[in-house]
């Protein structure tokens, strides 16, 4: 029988198979099932957190100005597109692949564009 000594502590030093880290002391968990990368956001965290933020912004926007010129609410909300858009490109989107920019675009557009149809007639 083998020594207690012979087998490694899992607590303090990495359970190895060969050269493939099996346990790490900090997890417990095999290095394929939690990698040792670092967190990385990804695009739809991006997109998704514009969307939801437009999709609020937009409405509440809408109809807190609605006794005003619509000139005025079509203003207020392309100033708030655009500075959802510039956060949006702030967190990173900048940095991702062409299509979720595209996406982005489109969506904060579209967005918008269903406020400014909605305002026309106050114009």
């Not at 920019?101 to 489109?106: D, E």
Request: hydrophobic share 50%.
């Amino acid at each position: 029988m083998r020594d207690k000594e012979d087998y490694p502590d899992p607590r303090t030093e990495d359970i190895m198979a060969g050269d493939r880290r099996i346990s790490r002391p900090d997890s417990s968990l095999p290095d394929w099932y939690i990698s040792d990368a670092s967190y990385r956001p990804i695009p739809i965290a991006w997109f998704a957190g514009a969307l939801i933020l437009q999709v609020i912004a937009m409405p509440a926007i809408y109809f807190i100005l609605l006794g005003f010129n619509g000139l005025f609410t079509i203003a207020v909300a392309g100033l708030i597109s655009v500075v959802i858009g510039f956060l949006t490109w702030e967190r990173g989107m900048s940095e991702a692949g062409l299509g979720w920019r595209i996406a982005t675009v489109t969506m904060l557009v579209t967005v918008f564009a269903l406020v400014l149809l909605a305002t026309l007639p106050r114009i």
